[in-house]
């Protein structure tokens, strides 16, 4: 009954438990995405195999480690199960059936890789480790907190690892090997499973760097503390924060973008041109903030003069109090599209984080260059605002499309005879639900208010014949 009663007070939070026997002797280690359900789970199911129930009936304790993802559990698994040998833990090989993580100690700047290999190479081998998903979610992870090199053989230039906070720049000699050793001696705490020792250190350190006004390196450690303690490394929520954490380096923006507006125009030879906007919060799409908006200048194609409108429109008026400012813009469109954009965000007096993206290469052009920004296809960032430059033209196309099937309906309407301006929008509103005017019956058509049995078989008549 105690045992039960630990068991349901566990969070319901990623970590390790550990089972324990007499005298506190470790019998087992797993890791959990919930702690609560994963040992709740050795006592609920009934179907249970002689080895675990043979390891139930020797569990006196169970103790736990909370850990802010399951990937990190899975570094701290192996570390425990490395340690203390445990006897109801299945032995892992170590062959190329599970990977391993690499820290190359043997190179003057050190480098973490995930390997399928263990060799007698002077590097340093932690492993093996039973899912490559979740070592490649905390491999992600270890590279923003300790930034190493990655490259086999370094490079004459600084790489985008180094533009994004994920390297140090050992090649341009942006770090001396000291400070390089000190970001791997951390590393080696975390990786052996010490990351409270770790947290207390980098404490340390932190309110030493404030004592000497180094506010840059108090700042950076701040950040790295923060990140160990409350990062989750999970599936979709990490990729989004990483995603949006690089956005935030690369667009010089001042913090992560939790709001982003993305616009786009569509209109076929200058006619019932619209525009539309759609909005993501945290990297989702937040559909009951989309709008679209049907142009109203006339002064056909020119789409520098709709961008203007449809931000004009969105950013005064009604809209401006009904929705909050977003924390940066994308326009669907090259340097021509930005410099209207800003034009006009500068009329309203807005200051917003713009950048436009053009189809052809995925240029990204910002306000504070006039290159554009060229990423690999593989950057989270890129592929973040790809997908916001293509769901806010699908917006408006779907809403352009409607459009033309309206004027298309319109048309038809005005052929008919004893169908004026009135009947016709009384015939538009109800035809949304009835369907294309070929497939009313009769009887539909009678059941419209305002449309008489006359009109009705004018209808019919005119369906029949074309």
């Given at each position: 009954m105690?045992?039960?009663?630990?068991?349901?007070?566990?969070?319901?939070?990623?970590g390790?438990?550990?089972?324990?026997?007499?005298?506190?002797?470790?019998?087992?280690v797993?890791?959990?995405?919930s702690?609560?359900?994963?040992?709740?789970s050795?006592?609920?199911?009934?179907?249970k195999?002689?080895?675990q129930?043979?390891?139930?009936e020797k569990?006196i304790?169970?103790?736990?480690?909370q850990?802010?993802?399951?990937?990190?559990?899975?570094?701290?698994?192996?570390?425990?199960?490395?340690?203390?040998?445990p006897?109801?833990n299945?032995a892992?090989?170590?062959?190329?059936?599970?990977?391993?993580?690499?820290?190359?100690?043997n190179?003057?700047?050190?480098?973490?890789l995930?390997?399928?290999?263990?060799?007698?190479?002077?590097a340093?081998?932690?492993?093996?480790?039973t899912?490559?998903?979740?070592l490649?979610?905390?491999?992600?992870?270890?590279?923003?907190?300790f930034?190493?090199?990655?490259?086999r053989?370094?490079?004459?230039t600084?790489c985008?690892?180094?533009?994004?906070?994920?390297?140090?720049?050992?090649?341009?000699?942006?770090?001396?090997?000291v400070?390089?050793?000190?970001?791997?001696e951390?590393?080696?705490?975390?990786?052996?499973?010490?990351?409270?020792?770790?947290v207390?250190?980098?404490i340390?350190e932190m309110?030493?760097a404030s004592?000497k006004?180094?506010?840059?390196?108090a700042?950076?450690?701040?950040d790295?503390?923060?990140a160990?303690?409350?990062v989750a490394?999970e599936?979709?929520?990490?990729?989004?924060v990483?995603?949006?954490?690089?956005?935030?380096e690369?667009?010089?923006?001042?913090?992560r973008?939790s709001l982003?507006?993305?616009?786009?125009i569509?209109?076929?030879?200058?006619r019932e041109?619209?525009?539309?906007?759609?909005c993501?919060?945290?990297g989702?799409?937040?559909?009951?903030?989309?709008?679209?908006?049907?142009?109203r200048?006339?002064e056909g194609?020119?789409?520098?003069?709709?961008?203007?409108?449809?931000?004009?429109r969105?950013?005064?008026?009604?809209?401006?109090?009904?929705?909050?400012?977003?924390?940066?813009?994308v326009?669907?469109?090259?340097k021509?599209?930005?410099?209207?954009?800003?034009?006009?965000l500068?009329?309203?007096?807005i200051?917003?984080?713009?950048?436009?993206?053009?189809?052809?290469?995925?240029?990204?052009y910002v306000?504070?260059q006039?290159?554009?920004?060229?990423?690999?296809?593989?950057a989270k960032?890129?592929?973040l605002i790809?997908r916001?430059?293509?769901?806010?033209?699908?917006?408006?196309l779907?809403?352009?499309r409607n459009?033309?099937?309206k004027?298309?309906?319109?048309?038809?309407?005005d052929?008919?005879p004893?169908i004026?301006?009135?009947r016709r929008?009384?015939?538009?509103?109800?035809?949304?639900?009835?369907?294309?005017?070929?497939?009313?019956?009769?009887q539909?058509?009678k059941?419209?208010k305002?449309?008489?049995?006359?009109?009705?078989?004018?209808?019919?008549?005119?369906?029949?014949?074309y």
């Amino acid at each position: 009954m105690k045992l039960l009663k630990k068991v349901k007070s566990l969070p319901e939070l990623p970590g390790v438990y550990l089972m324990k026997g007499k005298e506190g002797k470790i019998l087992y280690v797993g890791k959990a995405l919930s702690l609560k359900k994963r040992v709740g789970s050795y006592f609920t199911n009934s179907l249970k195999l002689p080895k675990q129930a043979a390891l139930l009936e020797k569990v006196i304790d169970i103790d736990f480690v909370q850990t802010s993802s399951e990937a990190e559990a899975l570094i701290l698994e192996a570390g425990l199960i490395k340690e203390h040998k445990p006897k109801y833990n299945v032995a892992i090989k170590d062959d190329k059936a599970y990977p391993f993580l690499k820290l190359t100690i043997n190179e003057k700047f050190p480098r973490l890789l995930i390997c399928r290999r263990k060799k007698y190479d002077g590097a340093c081998y932690f492993g093996p480790y039973t899912s490559s998903r979740l070592l490649r979610l905390a491999l992600n992870f270890m590279k923003r907190i300790f930034p190493l090199r990655t490259c086999r053989v370094m490079p004459k230039t600084l790489c985008l690892n180094y533009h994004l906070n994920q390297c140090k720049g050992p090649c341009e000699k942006k770090i001396d090997v000291v400070e390089y050793k000190k970001v791997v001696e951390n590393l080696l705490l975390f990786l052996r499973g010490k990351k409270s020792e770790l947290v207390k250190k980098l404490i340390q350190e932190m309110n030493a760097a404030s004592k000497k006004l180094y506010f840059e390196d108090a700042l950076r450690l701040r950040d790295q503390i923060e990140a160990l303690s409350t990062v989750a490394i999970e599936d979709k929520r990490y990729k989004i924060v990483d995603q949006l954490e690089e956005m935030r380096e690369i667009l010089h923006l001042e913090s992560r973008p939790s709001l982003i507006e993305g616009y786009d125009i569509s209109n076929i030879s200058g006619r019932e041109s619209v525009g539309s906007m759609v909005c993501f919060k945290d990297g989702y799409p937040e559909k009951k903030e989309y709008r679209r908006f049907k142009i109203r200048q006339n002064e056909g194609i020119n789409d520098y003069a709709m961008i203007q409108e449809v931000l004009r429109r969105r950013f005064s008026g009604e809209l401006s109090y009904q929705l909050s400012l977003p924390d940066l813009i994308v326009i669907d469109g090259g340097k021509g599209h930005l410099q209207s954009a800003q034009d006009q965000l500068k009329q309203l007096n807005i200051e917003i984080a713009c950048i436009s993206i053009a189809k052809r290469f995925e240029h990204i052009y910002v306000q504070w260059q006039s290159k554009p920004i060229s990423l690999p296809l593989r950057a989270k960032s890129l592929r973040l605002i790809m997908r916001i430059r293509d769901e806010a033209h699908r917006f408006a196309l779907s809403y352009h499309r409607n459009l033309r099937k309206k004027l298309m309906l319109m048309s038809e309407l005005d052929q008919i005879p004893g169908i004026g301006e009135k009947r016709r929008k009384i015939l538009l509103r109800a035809l949304g639900d009835l369907g294309s005017l070929n497939k009313i019956s009769m009887q539909q058509l009678k059941n419209v208010k305002g449309i008489d049995e006359r009109t009705a078989k004018n209808i019919i008549e005119y369906c029949k014949k074309y």
